[in-house]
């Protein structure tokens, strides 16, 4: 979810930030809701 957001934004955003977020997804967001990604986790 953090990485989807980031690279939606309508300026750059820094590759070392997108990897940092796809880390914060499969920490948070698996746990939270398991169900969460359909397509399966983003990292």
């Known amino acids: 979810?953090?990485?989807r957001l980031g690279k939606a934004l309508?300026?750059?955003v820094?590759?070392?930030l997108v990897?940092?977020?796809r880390y914060?997804?499969?920490l948070y967001i698996p746990t939270r809701y398991?169900?969460?990604f359909p397509?399966?986790?983003s990292a």
């Open 1 to 3: 979810m953090v990485t």
């Open 10 to 12: 309508p300026l750059g």
């Open 14 to 16: 820094p590759q070392d």
């Open 19 to 21: 990897e940092k977020g």
């Open 24 to 26: 914060l997804d499969g």
């Open 34 to 36: 398991p169900d969460a």
């Open 39 to 41: 397509e399966g986790p």
